[in-house]
């Protein structure tokens, strides 16, 4: 007998519930080489609303020869149906995208940064430092408008340019966030590069820094197969906001090597199993993904929607 077998297997503790934040008509959309009209996206969005996904991001305000495939972010915010108790946030890099979103009506915004300095670089012609001071503009304007603040780290378990992440750099980038008063964090593993051991590493160090669970929130692509892992031992730390796209479709067009976000199919199969309750349908975001794949000409990569496809 040894220490597994001798007693009864221990449950961990995990939270009960758990908020989904849905990246797939903006993640996942921003790496697709087919070009999805304003209307489809709209489509693809109410789907997403009617599968009761708490938040959803609609897309980006950012320079179009960036990310020419959400150019019309504005007519999509405009079109899309809001559902009450609905978030609806928009990607921001700057004071000019903060006006495009204010003017399109937006409650909620999120910033970027990353925790390398050369990832930054080739996302957002930017520092690390030099981001903050664009973002302080727009956070104050935030602020006194109302509009909620999220701060995504990209980048804060491992850069496509730099290799290692020490956790202490994504503790100084998460505290610059913090003081400029954003209201969550989004921890981006931008090229799917973590593994669980990575996760308690860098939640401890944020722990242990007097970060509290409540604003975190884990953003996991999906690279090397550790993304539903990692939001196991996510859950662990009490972490209870987890980002996720309908199918698994992403990327950053400036993260050489990232592939698709954690599928949102395959976050609730396993939230489902585990008792974590979500409040959202899982058919009814495989009817959405389903949507979707109608329009790109090629099936998504969630597992969870391999098996729906393969039993028919
Ligand atoms: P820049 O060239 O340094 O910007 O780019 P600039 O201020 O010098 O402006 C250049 C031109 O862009 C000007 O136009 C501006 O008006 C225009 P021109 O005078 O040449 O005609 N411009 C804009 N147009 C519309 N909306 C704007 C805007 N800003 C400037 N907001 C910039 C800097 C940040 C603009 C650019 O690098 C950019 O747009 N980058 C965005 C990159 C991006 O969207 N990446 C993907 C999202 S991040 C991600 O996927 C990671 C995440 O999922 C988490 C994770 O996985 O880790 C969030
Ligand atoms: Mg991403």
């Not at 903006?26 to 009761?52: C, H, K, P, Y």
């Not at 972010?73 to 899309?80: A, D, K, N, P, Y």
């Not at 009490?238 to 796209?245: C, E, K, L, P, Q």
Request: with cysteine; net charge negative.
């Amino acid at each position: 007998m040894d220490s597994w077998t001798e007693h009864a297997i221990r449950r961990p503790h995990l939270p009960d519930r758990a908020t989904v934040y849905e990246v797939g008509p903006r993640d996942g959309l921003q790496n697709e080489a087919e070009r999805i009209s304003a209307a489809d996206r709209v489509r693809f969005i109410d789907l997403l609303t009617d599968a009761g996904l708490p938040a959803i991001e609609v897309g980006s305000f950012v320079s179009p020869q960036a990310v020419p495939q959400l150019a019309d972010t504005e007519s999509v915010f405009r079109g899309i149906r809001k559902a009450s108790g609905v978030r609806y946030p928009v990607l921001v890099p700057n004071e000019k995208g903060f006006d495009r979103a204010v003017a399109a009506g937006a409650l909620e915004i999120a910033v970027f940064t990353a925790a390398s300095e050369t990832f930054n670089r080739h996302n957002i012609n930017a520092g690390v430092d030099e981001s903050i001071e664009r973002f302080r503009p727009v956070a104050a304007r935030a602020r006194a408008q109302r509009i909620r603040v999220r701060g995504y780290v990209s980048t804060a378990f491992g850069c496509p340019y730099e290799g290692d992440v020490s956790a202490e750099a994504v503790r100084e980038i998460v505290h610059k966030l913090l003081d400029l008063g954003v209201d969550e964090i989004s921890l981006g593993d931008t090229i799917g590069v973590a593994t669980p051991a990575d996760v308690y590493d860098v939640i401890e160090t944020l722990y242990d820094s007097g970060v509290s669970r409540g604003i975190l929130a884990l953003h996991f692509h999906d690279t090397r197969g550790t993304a539903l892992a990692n939001v196991f031992a996510g859950l662990e730390c009490g972490v209870t906001t987890f980002d996720a796209s309908a199918g698994g479709l992403g990327g950053c067009p400036y993260a050489p090597g990232a592939s698709g976000n954690l599928a949102t199919e395959d976050l609730l199969y396993m939230l489902e199993g585990l008792g974590v309750a979500t409040g959202v349908s899982l058919p009814r975001v495989v009817e959405a993904s389903r949507f979707l794949a109608g329009l790109l000409g090629h099936r998504p990569p969630g597992r969870y929607l391999a098996a729906v496809w393969a039993a028919q």
